[in-house]
């Protein structure tokens, strides 16, 4: 398509670009506004007050659904402290944009491991957000809860009634707002938005008829606490648009004056007196300042910052405390240990037609969606990239199934070490190891707040986890083997024919699986007596008064789903906990 009209061009270039180097006049002037509204915040709130009830460390999923609860529901003055910029940039509006801030993006930062051994010494790069609103501002959008057995588990880890399926299902229910189902299992009149996916492909289709025809049956709802089957995922999103926490949970109370946001901000220790959490110290534009809580200091900083946090506030193990020359509060030696994460393999197939999104995010493509989602809000670009998925594999003495199949309709794949795949049309099969069985882990890199912290995520660390990562490439080959799959498939070109045996196969997952973007259970949740445990049933810190944590570091074992919904509902029930038992 020719454009003789430049000036349209130029602001279709303006609209729908896919970086983050978006300098028309309207963004400038936008950046400049929210700027200046933030520093007469700030200059407001330091005039206003000079101690909040709470301190929430930790703008994502978690610390802005505990900021709603606390101003709207109890009235409590509370500051919101996160390390990232502001969520403005429109590309974070836009449900396909998560795609391109893979490749590089001030609103992700980009983790990376020590070398793994049982992968051939590769290091793994772990995407977390950067931005108010988390991983909800730049995730996949995937709404989804875990097992009823996932839940379940914590009742064993604390002793306690107050974990359980029964009892966080009410918070989900309470949070959300689907536009299709409403049951004992949905709710429509919470904040968050919930909805089908605004464009699906032929692919997705296909991928759904596939597996259908291996006797797995389809399946229209997958938060019901028993996800198997084969079917559509649902997104935190509304008529084509994304729908951060910042959007359903911020927006409503961002003018009340008894909440204070301030962006930019990273915390470099907690303020501990007598045994007592008392406020936080943190860096903003070089400049280091602190602020004090009257009631509780709140960590939502995520399964890599927040045990970090405690650690350099001297609450770790402390042989690991004493070797970067920090004075032990509590011998904590469960902080940093405990870490799980989902991790993927692919396979991929070249098709004969383009039925996905093959080079349809650049060039005179990309306009072309972006014009279409502009106008419309429906398109390409409303699609969150894998809008389909299956539940296979159910071999792990549960009954369950323990591989979940992404199907993603292209063969572009973020992640350096795939590489010598054609540029061809095709689809992506992800096979998706649900509940690993390794363990890995986060420890301290020095005493300096602004290094990173090393990361051990101990990926197929065991030969169970690397049997089922082989079995689940193997029943993404029993798709693609299917009537209606095989029609459209020229061939499998990753990691192709020829890798057969079983010893291939893993050498293959070894060399190429990733994450799937889910770090949880660095500060687990147990019981008093239990010497591993971080925080007690309520979340509070163990050894510290004051001091709890809200996100998903708490979690004891990996749940069977995407971890945006359950961060949410975790929050909400901490909330509900702290304020219930003081």
């Known amino acids: 398509m020719r454009f003789r009209d430049e000036k349209l061009k130029s602001w279709l270039l303006r609209q729908v670009s896919a970086t983050s180097s978006v300098r028309d006049a309207v963004a400038i002037k936008k950046q400049t506004w929210i700027r200046s509204l933030s520093?007469?915040?700030?200059?407001?709130?330091?005039?206003?007050?000079?101690?909040?009830?709470?301190?929430?460390?930790?703008?994502?999923?978690?610390?802005?659904?505990?900021?709603?609860?606390?101003?709207?529901?109890?009235?409590?003055?509370?500051?919101?402290?996160?390390?990232?910029?502001?969520?403005?940039?429109?590309?974070?509006?836009?449900?396909?944009?998560?795609?391109?801030?893979?490749?590089g993006s001030r609103y992700l930062r980009f983790y990376e491991s020590v070398p793994q051994e049982q992968?051939?010494?590769?290091?793994?790069?772990?995407?977390?957000?950067?931005?108010?609103?988390?991983?909800?501002s730049v995730n996949a959008q995937v709404y989804q809860r875990g097992r009823k057995a996932d839940w379940d588990a914590w009742r064993d880890y604390t002793k306690d009634d107050c974990w359980g399926w029964d009892t966080i299902l009410p918070h989900f229910v309470r949070l959300e707002a689907n536009i299709k189902f409403n049951n004992a299992f949905h709710g429509i009149d919470g904040p968050q938005m919930v909805s089908d996916i605004a464009h699906i492909c032929e692919m997705s289709h296909l991928y759904v008829r596939a597996v259908q025809e291996m006797g797995v049956p389809?399946?229209?709802?997958?938060?019901?606490?028993?996800?198997?089957?084969?079917?559509?995922?649902?997104?935190?999103?509304?008529?084509?648009?994304?729908?951060?926490?910042?959007?359903?949970?911020?927006?409503?109370?961002?003018?009340?004056?008894?909440?204070?946001?301030?962006?930019?901000?990273?915390?470099?220790?907690?303020?501990?007196?007598?045994?007592?959490?008392?406020?936080?110290?943190?860096s903003r534009r070089g400049k280091v300042s602190r602020e004090f809580a009257r009631s509780q200091v709140i960590l939502a900083a995520g399964a890599f910052v927040t045990p970090k946090l405690l650690m350099l506030s001297g609450i770790g193990p402390t042989q690991q405390l004493s070797a970067h020359g920090i004075d032990t509060l509590?011998?904590?030696?469960?902080?940093?240990?405990?870490?799980?994460?989902?991790?993927?393999?692919?396979?991929?197939?070249?098709?004969?037609?383009?039925?996905?999104?093959?080079?349809?995010?650049?060039?005179?493509?990309?306009?072309?969606?972006?014009?279409?989602?502009?106008?419309?809000?429906?398109?390409?670009?409303?699609?969150?990239?894998?809008?389909?998925?299956?539940?296979?594999?159910?071999?792990?003495?549960?009954?369950?199934?323990?591989?979940?199949?992404?199907?993603?309709?292209?063969?572009?794949?973020?992640?350096?070490?795939?590489?010598?795949?054609?540029?061809v049309d095709g689809v992506t099969l992800n096979a998706c190891l649900l509940r690993p069985t390794s363990r890995g882990s986060v420890r301290l890199r020095s005493a300096d707040p602004f290094a990173d912290p090393l990361i051990d995520n101990n990926f197929?660390?065991?030969?169970?986890?690397?049997?089922?990562q082989v079995a689940g490439l193997r029943a993404a080959r029993d798709v693609l083997a299917t009537a209606p799959m095989a029609r459209e498939i020229v061939k499998e070109i990753f990691p192709g024919a020829k890798v057969k045996s079983d010893a291939e196969l893993s050498e293959h997952a070894r060399r190429t699986v990733k994450t799937n973007y889910h770090?949880?259970?660095?500060?687990?949740?147990?019981?008093?007596?239990?010497?591993?445990?971080?925080?007690?049933?309520?979340?509070?810190?163990?050894?510290?008064?004051?001091?709890?944590?809200?996100?998903?570091?708490?979690?004891?074992?990996?749940?069977?789903?995407?971890?945006?919904?359950?961060?949410?509902?975790?929050?909400?029930?901490?909330?509900?906990?702290?304020?219930?038992?003081?």
Not at 119 to 136: D, E, H, K, M, W
Not at 347 to 367: E, I, S
């Open 218 to 282: 389809f399946n229209p709802d997958f938060n019901d606490g028993a996800p198997r089957g084969v079917g559509y995922m649902q997104v935190t999103a509304r008529n084509g648009r994304r729908r951060s926490v910042v959007d359903s949970f911020i927006a409503p109370i961002r003018s009340d004056k008894r909440l204070t946001i301030r962006t930019g901000c990273a915390a470099t220790r907690i303020l501990i007196e007598k045994g007592r959490a008392i406020g936080v110290e943190y």
């Open 460 to 468: 197929l660390g065991n030969e169970t986890d690397l049997r089922y």
């Open 519 to 582: 770090p949880v259970g660095t500060c687990r949740v147990g019981a008093e007596d239990d010497p591993g445990a971080v925080v007690t049933a309520d979340l509070r810190v163990k050894g510290v008064e004051g001091l709890r944590v809200f996100d998903m570091s708490v979690v004891p074992v990996l749940m069977s789903a995407n971890t945006n919904a359950p961060a949410m509902a975790i929050a909400d029930r901490g909330v509900e906990l702290m304020m219930s038992k003081g």
């Open 330 to 423: 509590v011998d904590a030696p469960g902080v940093g240990a405990n870490l799980q994460d989902h991790h993927e393999a692919p396979v991929m197939a070249q098709t004969k037609r383009n039925l996905g999104y093959y080079k349809q995010d650049v060039g005179w493509r990309m306009l072309l969606n972006g014009l279409e989602y502009v106008i419309t809000g429906r398109g390409r670009a409303s699609t969150n990239g894998s809008e389909t998925c299956s539940y296979l594999v159910p071999d792990d003495e549960t009954g369950d199934p323990i591989i979940k199949l992404y199907c993603v309709p292209t063969t572009t794949y973020k992640d350096p070490d795939v590489s010598g795949v054609p540029d």
């Open 119 to 136: 992968l051939f010494n590769r290091t793994q790069i772990v995407p977390q957000a950067n931005v108010l609103g988390g991983g909800s």
């Open 39 to 103: 520093r007469s915040a700030s200059e407001a709130g330091k005039a206003r007050m000079t101690q909040f009830d709470y301190i929430i460390i930790g703008g994502g999923t978690s610390g802005c659904v505990t900021a709603w609860n606390l101003v709207s529901k109890y009235g409590a003055t509370v500051l919101l402290l996160e390390a990232g910029p502001s969520d403005w940039h429109p590309i974070l509006r836009i449900p396909s944009g998560f795609v391109k801030l893979l490749g």
